[in-house]
Every structure is written in C-alpha cells, then in structure tokens.
C-alpha cells in the first residue's frame, strides 16, 4: 500500500507503507492549516486501496456540514455510520476470543481485559476492580448480557447491596444508563470508514467509549494474528484517552505492526517537560507529517525534524501555508526512495479551503471545527 501525500516540486510524493518501520502516521501542527483535511484524505486513499478505517466524531467535527461540500460526496460514499447513541456498540464483548490456531481464551481472562478497561479509565481501586469482576462473572454465567446489554451490570452490582457496589454503579452510571455496550455483530465493515458517533454524549463518556472501542480492536487483532490491508485508527488530538506505559494507545505503537493494527495520531500539542509514553513514540511513526506548528513550538518541531538542522527547518516551518508540510519516513517521489525530510504540498486541502472562505485568518478560524477532533486522547 503507498498513502498519497501531495506533490513536491510538481512530482507525486506518496508513503511507502510496506517499506517503513511500521505504518503509524503522526501529524503534528496548529488548528487551522490543513491537517485535519489531510487526516480526511489519508482515510479515504486507505479505504480505496481496499484498507479498513476506525474514527471517532466528537463534537459533530466529522458531520455532515463540517466537511467542505467539494469533498463531502466522495468522503461520506466512504463513510459507515455507527450512532453510538441511539444504538450503543454491538459487540459481543464478554465472549472469548477465538485464537488465529482455532482455540479460544479462557474465560477468566475475557472477564479480566474487560475489567481492566472500565477499572483503568473509571479510576476503580482494587476492592472497586474486584466487586465489577465478580458482577461481571455472575452477568455472563446467567446469559444477561446477550439479553439486555451493559445496563444489566446494574441489576447485578444493586443485588450485591454494598457500598462498594454503588461505587462502582455511580462511576458507571452513563455507561449503564445509555446502555453503552450491547450483545450483537461487530459492526465495523472492511474498506470503509466507520465512524463511531459519539459527539452527543459528554465528554468523559466520549473517552470511556473510544477507549473500550480501542480495547476491543486491539483484542480481536492480536487474538486473530491480523489480516489483509489491516485496520487504521485514527484518533485527532490526543489528549484524553490514557497515554502511560501500559494504555492501549502505548500498547499499539509499540506492538501494532506484529498485527496489522495502525494508528494515525494528529495532535496540535507538544508537551513541555516530560512528555508521555504515547508522544515519546509518535516520534518514531513510520511517517510523520509537520504542519506550521502552534506559538513557541518551531524550534521544538524544528529538531524532530533533523537535529543538525534546526535553524533551516525552523526557517522552512515558519513559512508554511495552510496545506503545507514537511514529511519524514518512507517516501517515494514518483516511484523512487526518498530517504531525507520533503516539504509537500497537498492541493486539495488548498483549494478546499479556499472555496471554503477566501480571507486568510478566516480560513484558519473555520479549519478549526474541520473533522475528527479526537484531539483528545492522552499525552
């Protein structure tokens, strides 16, 4: 699979996904100058090259009057919906998983990862973790999650009549009461698109959904050793979900290429000080893509770049236009091997937004609200 970039000089310049280290794509710049539109278009060259996509929409930023009407036909025939809301996450999530050599998990240990998710984003101490255990052993010994969904861990916890339990029912209390989870078909489709809506839900709630959605995929892949062109996750701004040494996110930039599981990062935040598990291995993503960096920021992104040549790359990045950037990773410029930094330009995310509103500093302001704003999950 090659991932079209933009062009540089005139010439096509694409990611050579086979040839990189692994196939994680970092995009790092401030809001408003095209990332996000090249997020979008990244997606789109995967599913069409037969690839499988996994967004999250947070805040409406991935709905249909978000997306600038130019592209908005080609990327929504792309696109399955999956209203989180209105119709939770079918998954069969307390079910063992099924191993590559025909074998399956233990049961002990479905019920642990599962645990794991809620006890780590939840903030359950160990009596906490140890009483949603059980509730869970008992739902799943008498068949009701297959029945009534997630909202039946309630009934469960009540029946258990400790102060412990109503902990645990008041940390879960959105989960339990929208009925996050529910037994049914995974529903996400190879060679689209799918986008899990939650922007109507608040905010902790978002993160606790997308972080139980990458713990399911990261489960079904490793169990199932990977397949075909893989999956792509893409997670724009990750501030919010876990990002220590042991997350999910951690887990998958380190482990992914082993199966085929792929994250596309985009963030507009370096950290100062000491930076996360998570950002300290979006430096080494097989392709990282840097925007005009936000205030303060040049000299930092400057020396990601290429540590002898801070003072030139602080030069090119401070005069990058809305759809510029610099690329660094397996590229190829019309077929050939690139292996040093290239600024690219990509003309649809130009000529996008200059159809979108023509003054500059306007344009920056209406970028902002531009796709995928899981510009939130952990670093």
């Not at 929409?57 to 989180?84: A, K, T």
Request: net charge neutral; with cysteine.
């Amino acid at each position: 699979m090659e991932v079209s970039l933009g062009e540089n000089s005139g010439k096509k310049v694409t990611f050579a996904c086979d040839e990189a280290m692994n196939m994680h794509i970092a995009l790092l710049g401030e809001s408003g100058c095209g990332k996000s539109t090249k997020a979008r278009g990244i997606m789109q060259d995967i599913v069409r090259q037969g690839g499988k996509v996994v967004a999250f929409d947070l805040h409406h930023v991935l709905s249909d009057d978000q997306i600038f009407e130019s592209s908005r036909d080609e990327f929504f025939s792309c696109v399955h919906n999956i209203d989180v809301y209105q119709n939770g996450i079918s998954c069969d999530l307390f079910s063992p998983m099924q191993y590559a050599d025909g074998t399956y998990e233990k049961q002990i240990d479905t019920v642990g990862a599962v645990t794991d998710v809620f006890a780590r984003k939840l903030n359950l101490g160990s009596r906490q973790r140890a009483v949603l255990r059980n509730a869970i052993n008992d739902m799943n010994k008498h068949g009701l999650y297959e029945r009534d969904g997630i909202a039946a861990l309630e009934r469960v916890l009540r029946i258990m009549d400790s102060k412990v339990a109503e902990t645990v029912i008041d940390r879960m209390d959105m989960i339990l009461q929208h009925n996050l989870l529910r037994f049914g078909k995974w529903t996400v489709r190879d060679e689209k698109i799918n986008i899990f809506r939650l922007s109507k839900f608040d905010s902790e709630t978002q993160e606790v959904a997308a972080e139980i959605i990458l713990s399911y995929i990261w489960r079904r892949e490793m169990t199932r050793g990977g397949d075909g062109n893989g999956i792509f996750i893409v997670v724009d701004e990750c501030q919010n979900l876990s990002s220590g040494r042991n997350s999910i996110l951690s887990r998958i930039l380190s482990e992914g290429r082993k199966f085929n599981v792929n994250l596309l990062l985009a963030t507009q935040q370096l950290m100062q000080g000491h930076p996360s598990v998570v950002q300290q291995r979006m430096a080494q993503c097989g392709l990282c893509l840097y925007f005009r960096p936000g205030a303060g920021q040049t000299r930092t992104v400057a020396k990601m770049i290429d540590p002898n040549g801070i003072r030139e790359w602080s030069s090119v990045l401070h005069s990058l236009s809305i759809g510029e950037f610099i690329a660094v990773g397996a590229l190829k410029i019309d077929g050939y091997s690139i292996d040093h930094p290239l600024k690219i330009t990509s003309f649809e995310e130009q000529s996008d937004m200059k159809k979108k509103e023509s003054p500059k500093r306007n344009t920056c302001r209406v970028q902002r609200n531009v796709f995928l704003d899981v510009e939130g999950i952990g670093f």
